[in-house]
């Protein structure tokens, strides 16, 4: 695959799409990457229209009226035709830029800050400085000098709110019920203008730093990260520790507090900061507000600061390094140092030569590869840039037999290369990666308004206004000479090689992060053999022609087929301005999960239907037609998600090679290897995602945890699976769903295309209904199969019943926990980084889950804060008002009521909704009334009621003996209404 571009990634973290699927959410990459502090928002998908931006410059004080006009911003945004919010453009006196952005339809409102500097700009004798400090602005300033307070206030109005601290970026981001944005901006506006550096929180904070990189010590990522600037220059900041410890920020050197302040004077000024701000008021409302919060923000004529120093140095190059790392992955990537990409983003040479290293169909590299046996994925993109360099990033993640083959692999690279350089560098080529590229602009969905200002306020510190959306799409000109320029870097001289695995016995160990790592300086390389079969992509045949949007009325979903075997469900849609549908279908047996074996087969299944279909249709991907398999509880979902134009075709072939296709001992080696990794290397996940997972397998039926079916795998082969599918293709009930711009005729006519070929014999009483097992009194604590050295308590509260009164009480409840929780265990006790508590329901089963993960404090003595908590907790509720009880409501009520901000978003929703027993669409609706209608003497008896009930506790520790979720819990009998 091509990787998708943004400023904001961070080094190493390229998104990579996993092999095999268990959701449907494999159909579009994630918004969000984790960071040293937090969740980076990078998803701005935008494109097409030039339309005029108000873009104005202050001369104003700062309790000015009125705005005024000075000097503009250079340039006109950049627009798509779907996006109809007002734009404008403003620079401060101080020199701050804003983009404002009014959204009449928007239900939140939201603003960040990208600060241009970030950990690459630590000083030398305290790595992390950057991180701790943005940390510390959230704890109190002049005004607001209560350190819970803008995380109380934001919840209380039913809001979010982070940060992260990416390379050369620091920023800050929130979203809060329009109605508290005044009051919301003004206490942001303070990190920037008056922050206190509480004496009293700095070494607090300095723990919850370190407890942050405690929980990531174990993480891959990072450990390879740092291994890799041990092959590269010692000079560049790539070898620099980001994340902060004990060691790292301490006053030995120097009071650490003064250091926080020394940065902040030296690298804080409104010169290098950008603001984006979003909401339902007018731009002059949101001008007068920003001129009024920010003017104040200081001007100490700042540059934003630039990388000298190149990647690799001469004599640095070719070298090979070898990793070892704790998942049992084998990674292989080809990196090569070349000039920083953002230069040329107008025209993208860059991305034109990963389009190419990165396809996937017929006769591309990793067709070649998978055929022998040696790879099952592979990406190709620009990482590690810094603004002047950056590296060039062929991935490929290996079987094990691939591991053996690695000069074999790297010949076969070259001679893809060569091909390329040869006869790949075409002006065609070109035109279509950029038609595709406008159609995405041309139909861009928004995303939630706290991803869009993150990322704006991003791009405005990369790019020139008039490009701040359109840049990650923007393809000008074909410049031939620019990607020869590129190729012309892509040679085994100029090449680091890094192969990562759990095999690797490394000469030396990275110092923060404990890798073993082997690094060779070569003056040649061994040779290796080409494979064959390797060639260039004809002219994709997958581009939607019929790109006309068909306006519909607003209506909720009708049934459009309602057989004994067969229902489908349709809603057309004209409101998110795209001709693109949305098409989901379960195919669903009674057997799917009826053992650990089943549900392995089920899965292998869905995986092989995913990989014999890869080649075929990585060019229908390329051109917007996403198709998925995965498994679930009950059967097989396919899900499709593309332009209305041509979708049937895929359909029909997705369901001829399910019922005919051939199932090849190769194809399901390759589906078995990757989910034997994935649930070899669960343990290594995130301890307290790990404590989620259990959850889920303790309270949801059917399913089957991962250790069974894991278990269950290594006896299963080729034959297993060619006879589980005619069992499975003879036992069907099908539920099918289309949300788009369709009619029902067509619906009608595309569903029973599907349903009619799978012929499907069963009843929908045939098939186990989805169900929330009841907590017991004697529920035993329950412990996930980890690796990780930290401890962690998820302690799950659940609610009485089913009914809409439960599940609005302790939606309030959980709302009004989640800050004094977070305040009192990790600001005040400092037991961990992470730490959360809120509502958490399984599908209409309400529930509390309080979680705590900590590297230094066992879980018994979690427990025991967690209970001394609830005591004081237990005071708050009895001295309720209703008046404090009123924003927590309002806060619910319109989180409840939010509307759908993607096609993809609505599509997700309803479909989640057939899950339920009764298929009711205004179930938020409903559950926002009974929200409403709350008293204070109501949340008081739902709290006393949650307190005398069963938990179920998920815990952890080093060398605990992890549980048999499925047989501890096999007496569980559901929750009733």
Do not use: C
């Not at 990189?213 to 993480?219: K, S, V």
């Not at 604590?781 to 990780?788: K, M």
């Amino acid at each position: 695959m091509q990787e998708s571009r943004s400023r904001a990634l961070s080094r190493g973290s390229l998104s990579r799409a996993s092999d095999f699927s268990d959701s449907v959410t494999s159909l579009r990459a994630g918004l969000r990457t984790w960071f040293a502090a937090g969740y980076l928002a990078i998803g701005l998908a935008l494109a097409f229209v030039v339309t005029p931006v108000e873009a104005v410059a202050s001369s104003e004080s700062a309790d000015a009226a009125q705005p005024t006009q000075s000097q503009p911003l250079q340039g006109q945004l950049i627009q798509s035709p779907n996006d109809d919010r007002q734009y404008r453009a403003v620079t401060l006196d101080n020199g701050l830029q804003v983009l404002l952005v009014s959204d009449p339809d928007a239900d939140k409102a939201a603003a960040a800050m990208d600060v241009s500097v970030g950990s690459d700009n630590d000083p030398a004798d305290m790595p992390g400085l950057a991180h701790f400090l943005e940390h510390m602005l959230f704890l109190g300033t002049e005004g607001y000098p209560d350190p819970d307070g803008y995380q109380r206030f934001i919840s209380q109005n039913g809001g979010s709110h982070n940060a992260f601290t990416a390379d050369q970026d620091t920023n800050f981001y929130f979203d809060v019920d329009p109605s508290a944005f005044p009051e919301a901006l003004d206490r942001f506006s303070q990190f920037f203008v008056s922050p206190q550096f509480n004496p009293d929180y700095v070494d607090r904070e300095r723990h919850a730093v370190n407890s942050e990189y405690q929980a990531r010590r174990d993480d891959d990522a990072r450990r390879i990260n740092e291994a890799l600037g041990k092959a590269l220059n010692p000079d560049h900041p790539i070898n620099h520790f980001s994340v902060g410890s004990l060691e790292t920020l301490n006053s030995d050197k120097r009071p650490l507090r003064q250091a926080l302040l020394d940065f902040y004077h030296q690298h804080y000024d409104a010169n290098v900061m950008h603001l984006a701000v979003l909401a339902p008021e007018s731009l002059d409302a949101m001008e007068q507000q920003v001129r009024q919060r920010f003017a104040a923000v200081p001007d100490r004529e700042l540059k934003k600061p630039v990388i000298d120093q190149p990647l690799a140095r001469d004599g640095d190059l070719p070298a090979s390094l070898r990793i070892k790392t704790n998942e049992a992955r084998r990674q292989l990537e080809f990196l090569f140092p070349i000039d920083d990409p953002i230069l040329e983003y107008a025209d993208k040479p860059d991305d034109y030569l990963a389009n190419l290293l990165g396809h996937e169909g017929e006769g591309s590299l990793l067709a070649a590869l998978r055929k022998a046996g040696w790879a099952d994925g592979l990406s190709a993109g620009t990482t590690q840039s810094d603004g002047e360099h950056a590296l060039f990033d062929i991935s490929i993640s290996l079987t094990p037999e691939g591991e053996q083959h690695l000069d074999d692999i790297q010949a076969s690279l070259f001679e893809q290369i060569r091909r390329i350089r040869d006869h790949g560098v075409d002006a065609w080529r070109y035109d279509e990666q950029a038609k595709l590229a406008e159609q995405s602009f041309r139909f861009q969905q928004r995303s939630e308004p706290i991803d869009t200002v993150s990322g704006m306020a991003m791009s405005l510190a990369h790019y020139p206004l008039q490009d701040v959306q359109y840049a990650p799409y923007r393809m000008d000109r074909f410049d031939k000479a620019a990607i020869d320029d590129t190729l012309d870097r892509l040679t085994p001289d100029n090449l680091l090689r890094v192969y990562s695995g759990p095999d690797v016995s490394g000469d030396e160990t990275t110092q923060y992060f404990a890798t073993p790592y082997t690094l060779t300086r070569r003056d040649d390389w061994p040779r290796g053999t080409s494979l064959d079969g390797l060639a260039l992509p004809e002219p994709n045949p997958y581009i939607a022609e019929d790109l006309s949007v068909q306006p519909f009325d607003s209506a909720e979903p009708a049934r459009l087929v309602d057989s004994p075997s067969v229902e489908i469900w349709h809603q057309a849609n004209s409101a998110f301005g795209a001709p693109r549908v949305e098409w989901r279908f379960s195919l669903q047996n009674p057997d799917a999960t009826q053992d650990a074996r089943y549900a392995a087969l089920t899965r292998l299944l869905a995986g092989w239907l995913n990989d014999g279909l890869n080649e075929r249709f990585y060019p229908a991907s390329l051109a917007g037609q996403d198709f998925a398999a995965y498994a679930h509880g009950r059967g097989i979902t396919l899900a499709f998600s593309g332009w209305r134009d041509h979708q049937d075709r895929l359909m029909q072939t997705v369901v001829e090679q399910l019922e005919q296709g051939e199932i090849t001992a190769d194809s399901i080696a390759r589906v078995k290897q990757g989910l034997k990794r994935s649930w070899e290397n669960a343990p290594q996940d995130a301890l307290y995602q790990q404590a989620q997972r259990t959850l889920g397998e303790a309270l949801m039926r059917p399913q089957i945890s991962t250790r069974n079916m894991l278990a269950a795998l290594d006896g299963l082969g080729v034959e297993d699976v060619r006879d589980y599918r005619q069992r499975f293709l003879s036992q069907l009930y099908v539920q099918a769903m289309a949300v788009g711009n369709l009619d029902a005729t067509l619906a009608r006519r595309e569903g029973l295309l599907v349903a009619n070929a799978l012929a499907p014999q069963l009843h929908a009483d045939d098939i186990p209904p989805l169900s929330v097992l009841d907590v017991p009194s004697n529920a035993p604590a329950l412990h996930p199969a980890t690796t990780r050295n930290d401890a962690a308590v998820l302690r799950y509260l659940q609610g009485p019943d089913l009914s809409l009164q439960s599940q609005a009480s302790l939606a309030v409840i959980g709302q009004l926990i989640g800050p004094p929780f977070f305040a009192k265990l990790r600001t005040d006790e400092q037991l961990g980084y992470i730490v959360s508590a809120g509502y958490a329901p399984f599908m209409d089963a309400p529930g509390l889950m309080m979680l705590v993960q900590s590297p230094s404090v066992a879980s018994d003595t979690i427990g025991q804060r967690m209970d001394a908590f609830l005591k004081t907790f237990d005071q708050r509720i009895e001295t309720l008002s209703d008046d404090d009880l009123a924003p927590y409501r309002q806060a619910v009520r319109q989180q409840l009521l939010q509307r759908d901000q993607s096609l993809s978003a609505r599509a997700d929703r309803l479909w989640q909704t057939l899950a339920y027993p009764q298929v009711d669409f205004d179930r938020r609706q409903q559950l926002a009334a009974q929200v409403d209608k709350l008293s204070v003497e109501e949340i008081r008896s739902a709290w006393q009621t949650l307190r005398h009930s069963p938990a179920l506790d998920i815990t952890a520790d080093p060398r605990d003996q992890p549980s048999d979720v499925d047989a501890l819990t096999s007496d569980f009998e559901p929750l009733t209404q």
